[in-house]
């Protein structure tokens, strides 16, 4: 996606290899410090465009703005929730939870990093739908709100009672 996140992908290979492993404690060593730099790179895209309203372009002013605000949103939140359901990353969230299961004492900071990755899905996936549902009920004023950028005074009057 244009200016969507990408995170680092992991091939194939690595995959089988860290699941076939039995693992040991390099390749959890491992799985971790790519999942804690996923989680960081996710929360350092989401802090990119969340606390500022984007502006590209000179800001447009009323509701065409708050429309493109939410059409933006909705567009870079979906790009999360679509690199979070990869294969490769379902799959190391599955191997690390696998092993805090398996292993008689997890370490308590593997178990916090798979509750950290949750909480991030979960705050991204309603995020989107937030944005997602906004910009569906800003749509749908649409038609009302065209006459007050380009219409004449009197298709504003006859717009208005419909509102």
Known sequence: LKDGLELRRVSGDDVRALGLS????EDVAQVEN???GWC???DEFKKSFIINRPSKKPRLEGPKEEIEYWRVRAQKLSSITEV???KD??????VLSSFAK???QPKSETIQLIK??????MEAI?????AKDNLKYLSTLHRFIEPLYSGTVQSMIDTLPAL
């Open 126 to 130: 309603e995020t989107v739908n937030e």
């Open 84 to 86: 979070m359901k990869r």
């Open 89 to 94: 990353c379902r799959y190391l969230v599955s």
């Open 40 to 42: 960081e790179k996710i």
């Open 102 to 104: 398996t292993t008689d």
């Open 116 to 121: 950290r990755w949750n909480q991030i899905e």
């Open 34 to 36: 790519l999942l804690e």
């Open 22 to 25: 039995g693992q040991g404690e």
